[in-house]
């Protein structure tokens, strides 16, 4: 750890989604000295939140008009632009080094700016969904050209996104560093439970629609799915919908670690050609309290989801996984099996061994 090097992370739009966490938890791993360290987001409340480090809040609005959303993107990434290359500025002028992680693909602005700048920029990246392509491709023209180095969360992510330029690794996901680490669960609570769980955003290519169709295939199951959304957006999307009798949906709950822990599985219906899941962090947050899992045959989760801890299944095939669910329930000891090899795998993506990843790969690059 350097004296002499400031340490910048930028992230567009801080919420409680998978992105801003796994920064999160990339700053909780303090590789540089907390004075020395600018965390640059929107001002909205979200994991990013009472960081350890000097917050610097960055504008940013959204806009359920794609051409005002736009807009408001474009401006967000001019205004991002001019505040990082103050600070970079004032940093040159003292003779400091300066490193910026800039997670996801979108913020480009900070990209500008560092590259102008002199700086290491390191891109995060997480995803491979950004729509219409003529953005996605504008926004890796611009990693293409100014990133030092990119890190992917899966070897997945990166055989489909890789790059020329920089140079490239694959750091995975971790668990959140407050998530609780547990050595046994109790198997007869989560068994005899019967409690689907489902954790996603309110997205018709998540797999709401087949959600909702396996609860009807599964009336002896009680299906819970907790939803990233406000609660507003979540009345206006279930009006006028009928939902099973077997389901409850709530937006994002403040206890969703006790719902994995009373899972008798987790849901991931992510569906393969609307959404690529690039990791899967909800499964793995599942696993770790011995819940079997459902997950998309393509993408992240197959490099941690086998046919001992899990199904790998595209989602439209409701009547196959409700019959994997039924499997499972057949017996305690297939459960048992199941559970038991999920919670062996999460281990590999504790908090811990996270913050190792990102401790080594700072030091081995010289980075701070």
């Not at 609005?61 to 001019?78: M, T």
């Not at 018709?204 to 819970?224: D, R």
């Not at 992240?300 to 039924?326: C, H, M, W, Y």
């Amino acid at each position: 750890m350097s004296n002499n090097v400031d340490l910048y992370y930028v992230h567009l739009f801080n919420d409680f989604s998978g992105s801003p966490r796994v920064l999160r938890d990339a700053i909780d791993s303090e590789v540089n000295h907390p004075s020395n360290t600018f965390v640059f987001t929107s001002k909205h409340a979200g994991f990013l939140d009472n960081v350890n480090a000097q917050r610097v809040n960055c504008f940013y609005a959204r806009s359920r008009n794609r051409y005002i959303q736009l807009f408001y993107f474009l401006f967000s990434q001019v205004t991002l632009f001019g505040q990082l290359f103050c600070y970079l500025l004032i940093g040159l002028l003292k003779r400091r080094k300066s490193t910026v992680v800039i997670n996801t693909m979108l913020p480009f602005g900070a990209g500008i700016a560092s590259k102008l700048m002199g700086a290491n920029v390191i891109y995060y990246v997480h995803e491979t969904y950004i729509k219409p392509e003529l953005l996605k491709q504008f926004l890796r023209f611009f990693i293409e050209h100014c990133a030092t180095r990119v890190i992917f969360v899966s070897q997945y992510l990166q055989s489909v996104e890789s790059f020329i330029k920089p140079d490239q690794n694959v750091i995975y996901n971790g668990l959140r560093s407050d998530f609780p680490v547990i050595s046994s669960v109790d198997g007869n609570l989560k068994f005899n439970g019967k409690q689907l769980f489902f954790a996603g955003s309110l997205k018709l290519y998540k797999g709401l629609e087949q959600l909702f169709e396996l609860a009807l295939l599964l009336p002896e199951f009680n299906v819970v799915a907790a939803i990233n959304c406000e609660t507003e957006e979540l009345n206006e999307f279930l009006h006028n919908r009928t939902i099973p009798d077997n389901v409850k949906v709530m937006a994002r709950p403040s206890n969703i670690q006790q719902y994995f822990a009373n899972s008798f599985a987790v849901l991931n219906l992510s569906l393969p050609d609307g959404w690529i899941e690039t990791f899967g962090l909800s499964l793995i947050e599942g696993m770790a309290f011995g819940s079997p899992v459902v997950a998309p045959p393509i993408g992240g989760p197959v490099e941690f989801v086998d046919d001992r801890n899990g199904l790998l299944i595209d989602s439209r095939k409701t009547q196959e996984i409700a019959d994997f669910i039924r499997y499972l329930n057949s017996s305690i000891d297939i459960w048992d099996a199941f559970s038991q090899h999920a919670m062996l795998i999460s281990q590999r993506f504790s908090s811990a061994e996270y913050k190792k990843s990102i401790k080594r790969y700072f030091k081995q690059h010289n980075l701070v």
